[in-house]
């Protein structure tokens, strides 16, 4: 798993933004802080990794309103909440939209550096699934038309000879066909190359 370590801190709060500063950095964590949503949202990409302590109650732009606009955008990037006075109709929202925790100010150090280390391997997992996704798409991408069409029929459980006759072509191309396949995917057997076709 890749190593993590950067904490986006975007809170409206100077006295919360440099205790949390603090906190983190005596732990080694990397971190860039934010006195609003809208200039977090301003340097927001999506090579960006790391996690983002985040406060629920701002002006302008709320800490949700943040949350759902980095979906909205397909940033992979998990949120701890935290809140004066969480409300538990926001906490379930939040939850549901995927932050990783929901704590209340004022935030026990130890609790909070848990729930930052949890993010910080989510955003590590998710970043390489999807790696894995990408590069799955690429091997695909490599297949010619032909040889699309005879995956999808190896997928649904065509034998060689099922789709030579469908296709209308001799056993010995479908089986060409099928080791050009193998080989551009890189899958060793059928049950990778089912995997790879169902990603």
């Not at 848990?114 to 798409?137: I, Y």
């Not at 001799?170 to 060409?176: D, I, K, W």
């Amino acid at each position: 798993m890749i190593k993590i370590n950067n904490v986006f801190v975007v809170d409206d709060d100077e006295a919360v933004r440099k205790s949390l500063r603090m906190l983190l950095k005596t732990e080694g964590y990397t971190v860039t802080t934010f006195p609003s949503a809208e200039e977090f949202l301003t340097i927001c990409n999506h090579d960006m990794v790391g996690c983002i302590i985040l406060d629920v109650n701002m002006p302008d732009m709320d800490g949700p309103a943040l949350q759902e606009e980095l979906n909205r955008r397909g940033l992979l990037l998990p949120i701890v909440f935290l809140t004066g006075q969480g409300s538990i109709p926001l906490t379930v929202r939040a939850l549901k939209a995927g932050a990783m925790d929901f704590l209340t100010k004022p935030v026990d150090g130890t609790a909070l550096l848990v729930s930052v280390k949890q993010a910080l391997d989510k955003c590590s997992e998710l970043h390489m699934q999807a790696a894995d996704s990408q590069s799955k798409a690429i091997r695909l991408a490599t297949l010619t038309d032909r040889e699309r069409e005879i995956l999808l029929l190896i997928v649904a459980g065509h034998s060689n000879k099922e789709i030579a006759e469908r296709l209308g072509i001799s056993f010995r191309t479908v089986e060409n066909h099928r080791a050009h396949i193998m080989e551009k995917t890189g899958a060793s057997n059928l049950l990778e190359l089912l995997n790879l076709a169902s990603a």
